[in-house]
């Protein structure tokens, strides 16, 4: 019987372990957003991301400082709705809505089972619509939150700065972007050294060698990270007015993006 639990009190998010690249495979395939993840997907992204849950935790805040009335709060890439989930606790402006978007059919759904179960357990939790879609071709409706939370990166890098500007397009004024990537660095000594903290990272979280140089030549074709001053530039011609990190934990970061 599979195990259940959720971010905050809830259903239908597996806790099931992530063992997905314990055993040795002969041919190691692309990393893919499919059933197997998804069974896994909580306890693989906090064990392999340094500071997620707090990032997901006050990206709720910081939403909540930018919502505008009667406005949309995007979660772009939303998985399985651990942002969606913090932004409908946290933020109260009147008339808010959020729209979660993922191309996975699998994450759609348990998305879904999951804020459906959050909504029979907790009452004034913002309106929200969980689309499977690609989010390089949504149509953007006049938004106050825009959440990117781990999602850039694994588009192709040549499309970032269109998807970009169309948020901006569609950001009202006083909203905000909020921006979360692996970073990559642009001195050799400083990459090196926050590469092997994460490492260090992932191994003290009970991941062995095998999993770790398996799960990453499985990322590196289709997860490209960018420098902070590569994201910052970017977000400048995309149209942004200013960009702030707000978190790093060793080599994963979170900026807000002013319109
Ligand atoms: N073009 C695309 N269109 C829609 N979705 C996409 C696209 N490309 C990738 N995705 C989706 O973006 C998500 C990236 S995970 C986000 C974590 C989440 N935000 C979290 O805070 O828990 C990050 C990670 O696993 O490192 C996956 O669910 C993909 O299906
Ligand atoms: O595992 C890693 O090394 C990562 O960079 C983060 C990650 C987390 C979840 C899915 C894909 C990548």
Redesign the pocket.
């Known amino acids: 019987m599979p195990a259940f639990s959720n971010y905050t009190a809830g259903t239908a998010v597996s806790k099931e372990p992530d063992r997905l690249f314990a055993q040795p495979l002969a041919q190691v395939p692309d990393f893919a957003?499919n059933e197997d993840v998804v069974r896994v997907f909580p306890d693989m992204?906090k064990r392999s991301?340094p500071g997620y849950p707090t990032i997901?935790e006050n990206l709720g805040v910081l939403a909540a400082q930018f919502a505008q009335p009667n406005s949309v709060l995007y979660?772009?890439?939303?998985?399985?709705g651990?942002?969606t989930q913090a932004l409908r606790r946290h933020v109260r402006t009147d008339g808010c809505r959020v729209i979660a978007?993922?191309?996975?059919a699998a994450?759609v759904e348990r998305c879904r089972e999951y804020l459906n179960g959050q909504d029979s357990m907790f009452q004034e939790l913002l309106p929200v619509e969980v689309i499977e879609?690609?989010?390089?071709a949504l149509e953007f409706q006049p938004a106050s939150v825009v959440a990117l939370?781990?999602?850039l990166q694994?588009?192709a890098p040549d499309q970032r700065t269109a998807l970009l500007s169309r948020i901006r397009q569609s950001l009202l004024p006083g909203g905000a972007l909020i921006l979360s990537e692996k970073l990559r660095f642009e001195d050799e000594q400083e990459h090196a050294l926050l590469t092997d903290l994460h490492i260090a990272f992932k191994r003290a979280n009970g991941y062995s060698e095998l999993e770790i140089a398996q799960k990453r030549s499985a990322i590196e074709n289709v997860m490209k990270p960018d420098s902070l001053e590569e994201h910052c530039e970017r977000l400048l011609a995309a149209g942004f007015s200013k960009v702030v990190p707000w978190f790093q934990c060793l080599n994963f970061a979170s900026l807000i993006a002013l319109p």
């Open positions: 957003f992204i991301v997901v979660d772009l890439g939303s998985s399985l651990a942002v978007v993922d191309n996975s994450m879609g690609d989010i390089l939370n781990f999602t694994f588009i």
